[in-house]
């Protein structure tokens, strides 16, 4: 199999896959969930174990030789030449409200780089999806960034704001809000899920796990825009990430940085 062949079928199936653990998710989406604080202090719910649960079974019956890296069940295969990276649910406190911005995160490393990335809300019916040199769709249909090139034309999103302005950012975060034309926080994967799909220009995150960069580094880069963490390197692993449409990177990244 050729690697567009293999690209191309490891992306349908990681759709798939999200799409199934995310009608699970619905199944207790609204209701009276216990949840549970784990070590990070992060939360948990049923919800999150049965849904990366799934998936593990679904690749265990159609790629078990393939390496897993989930948020809720850890690492195996490690030394596999593909690694599935699993957040069953991004925005679980999103999740546990009723509030529907919550999503299912596949990603895929090949050979140790990112190639293919997922992001299903099931709630909203909406998927971004994106495969290496395959370019990014949405709700299958072709998505891209946006290609406003302005500072003050630009919404710009970040997830918590009392959290960036705790960090060295946050000088340079109230500076950037100020210059955009808006500044929400429609944050979590959605944030970045806008910027793929040309209705945000920017999203920035402080901090980022790598199963929710995973996925969001294909997509963004497959619509045309840049995926960095907060020190300029486009690699799922730097703890932070900013998303743009490309033209507004690097001005973003100055902001931040206070330059």
């Known amino acids: 199999m050729s690697r567009p062949e293999l690209i191309r079928s490891l992306q349908a199936a990681a759709e798939r896959f999200a799409r199934e653990a995310g009608e699970l998710t619905l199944r207790y989406f609204g209701t009276d969930l216990d949840v549970e604080d784990k070590t990070d202090g992060s939360p948990v719910t049923q919800a999150d174990r049965e849904a990366e649960g799934l998936i593990r079974t679904r690749l265990a019956a159609e790629f078990p030789t393939h390496g897993i890296l989930g948020e809720e069940y850890g690492l195996e295969r490690e030394d596999a030449e593909v690694r599935w990276i699993l957040d069953p649910i991004d925005g679980t406190r999103a999740f546990m409200r009723g509030v529907p911005l919550y999503a299912v995160l596949i990603g895929v490393e090949v050979e140790g780089a990112p190639a293919v990335g997922v992001a299903h809300f099931p709630a909203l019916r909406e998927t971004v999806s994106a495969g290496e040199g395959q370019g990014c769709k949405w709700n299958d249909r072709p998505a891209r960034v946006s290609r406003v090139s302005r500072l003050d034309r630009s919404l710009v999103l970040t997830t918590d704001v009392e959290e960036i302005l705790r960090r060295p950012q946050g000088a340079g975060w109230r500076e950037l809000a100020s210059e955009a034309h808006t500044s929400r926080t429609w944050g979590d994967a959605y944030g970045h899920m ?8 920017i999203m920035v995150d402080p901090i980022l796990s790598t199963w929710d960069a995973a996925p969001i580094l294909p997509i ?31 001005l973003a990244r100055g902001a931040l940085s206070g330059r």
Do not use: K, W, Y
């Open 194 to 201: 806008l910027v793929a799909t040309g209705r945000a220009e």
């Open 220 to 250: 963004v880069t497959e619509a045309g825009g840049r995926f960095t963490d907060l020190s300029g390197f486009a690699t799922i692993r730097g703890g932070s990430a900013l998303s743009s449409n490309g033209v507004l990177h690097d």
